[in-house]
């Protein structure tokens, strides 16, 4: 079944940690997206990819980085975790086209301590 | 990015009709969504709209759109305890090519 999928789910770490949230699809999807949504419900697009080896950041600024070396993976790494990081982070994939209908994952949700 | 605007929170009876609205900035814009999160969980894509239809209607969803006063909105019919959730309005593709523009979402409460 095609999806989306996120890892892990919940994620409570230290300070200073380094970690990376994992995000597959099985949609054979060209853009992939971040979005952090923080406690008041709004979505901020963090990092957005077109396809394998194009990253670009989004309209909000991250410490986080991005990659994509394939087309169904687009990791998101925090070298060094804060406080100021706890949020939920979610992934989205759209197929090329007029229409970009997003299919998101579950989200997972990062509290560091 | 320019904002996509949302009333932050409705709360209704069940059995009634919710209407969530939404007005959007980019007339460039092709399709207009509605996306739904339910605790916990990543966005549901509920249904959309092409920029050159005024109504569409889905079971007990109709989105009607507003083009001359960029206004969009969600109706459902029959609102159940379980349509309790998020509504998040979107516009796209943008005149910059990439994502959607979100609005801030509504918070739908459905009290028995």
């Known amino acids: ?113 | 990015g320019e904002d996509v605007e949302q009333s932050l929170f409705l709360s209704v009876r069940e059995g009634d009709s919710s209407v969530i609205n939404c007005t959007y900035t980019d007339s460039s814009s092709t399709y207009l969504y509605w996306y739904k999160q339910e605790p916990g969980a990543g966005l549901q894509l509920l249904t959309y709209i092409f920029s050159n239809m005024d109504m569409k209607q889905d079971q007990r969803l109709t989105v009607l759109l507003n083009k001359k006063d960029k206004h969009l909105s969600l109706r459902i019919a029959d609102t159940q305890t379980g349509d309790s959730a998020i509504y998040f309005c979107a516009e796209g593709p943008l005149r910059s090519g990439y994502a959607l523009n979100f609005g801030k979402g509504t918070s739908l409460l459905v009290t028995p």
């Not at chain 1, 998101?76 to 989205?92: K, M, V």
Request: charged share 20%; hydrophobic share 25%; glycine share 8%.
């Open chain 1, 1 to 113: 079944e095609a999806d989306i999928y996120q890892t892990p789910r919940y994620l409570v770490i230290g300070t200073g940690k380094k970690i990376t949230l994992e995000c597959s699809q099985t949609m054979g999807h060209d853009k992939m997206y971040w979005y952090q949504q923080d406690p008041g419900m709004e979505l901020h697009l963090i990092h957005y990819s077109y396809g394998v080896n194009s990253t670009e950041k989004g309209d909000l600024s991250s410490e986080s980085t991005v990659s994509r070396i394939r087309t169904e993976h687009f990791p998101l790494t925090l070298e060094s975790a804060r406080p100021s990081h706890t949020s939920q982070y979610l992934c989205a994939s759209s197929s090329t086209g007029l229409n970009e209908k997003l299919f998101f994952g579950s989200g997972t949700q990062l509290s560091v301590l």
